[in-house]
């Protein structure tokens, strides 16, 4: 069964610095992977999306994620952290057989201090 | 161009009652997922829609249904309330086999 992993339930980082949120997902197939926001109380937005080719891919909000198949991660950066990314981050895993749901892991609440 | 919408935006119910969420989706978007979100959790997959059938389901009782109209929107329904129902449930619209885009939600508490 397809499975998705993030291993870190709570981040704290100070403004402008550095990022990395974790994602392991567990899927037979070529996976296609997905990280979403979510800011109290509010829908999921989707910052980055990975389907195919270059395992380096860029999203909005200065994001980027890193696929690698040998470790069956797909971990989410950003170089310089802003007060106004305070939120949860979710990972999810595409499930293409019949549809495409999604699998989505626990998420990671991020908290900035100024 | 209006994004994924959903309504109500709350709803209080008890348990035994049942209730409809609504959504419209993005406009170009054909296929309608359902998610539950129970508080500190991942969404869990619920059903997909798609030419107005049922094209997945997850792991949710038959007290889950729900409906696609002609033009996309969908409907949710769940029978029976039960208290472990209340949780914020997500629409997300998307085309057969794309990305998807999710409304703001709707929050029911079932008491």
């Known amino acids: 069964a397809q499975s998705v992993t993030q291993p870190d339930i709570h981040i704290t980082v100070s403004e402008g610095a550095s990022l990395e949120l974790r994602c392991n997902y567990s899927?037979?197939?070529?996976?296609?992977l997905f990280w979403y926001v979510q800011s109290p109380g509010q829908g999921l937005q989707l910052l980055l999306k990975y389907f195919s080719g270059d395992t380096l891919v860029q999203g909005i909000k200065g994001f980027e994620a890193e696929f690698k198949r040998s470790q069956s991660s797909f971990n989410l950066r950003k170089p310089s952290v802003h007060w106004s990314d305070a939120a949860e981050y979710f990972c999810?895993?595409?499930?293409?057989?019949?549809?495409?749901?999604?699998?989505f892991g626990a998420g990671t609440i991020l908290r900035v201090k100024s | 161009d209006a994004g994924v919408t959903q309504s109500p935006t709350h709803l209080i119910k008890t348990r035994g009652q049942q209730v409809t969420l609504r959504c419209s989706p993005k406009s170009g978007h054909d296929t309608v997922s359902w998610y539950q979100q129970a508080l500190g959790q991942g969404p869990q997959f619920i059903f997909q829609?798609?030419?107005?059938?049922?094209?997945q389901r997850g792991n949710f009782p038959d007290r889950f249904s729900g409906h696609q109209f002609p033009n996309y929107s969908s409907e949710l329904n769940v029978n029976a309330l039960l208290l472990g129902d209340s949780a914020l449930y997500l629409c997300?619209?998307?085309?057969?086999?794309?990305?998807?885009?999710f409304g703001p939600g709707t929050r029911l508490t079932v008491t």
């Open positions: 999810a895993v595409g499930v293409m057989e019949y549809g495409n749901k999604l699998v």
């Open positions: 899927y037979g197939a070529t996976p296609y």
């Open positions: 997300a619209s998307s085309l057969p086999r794309g990305e998807q885009y």
């Open positions: 829609y798609y030419e107005e059938e049922e094209r």
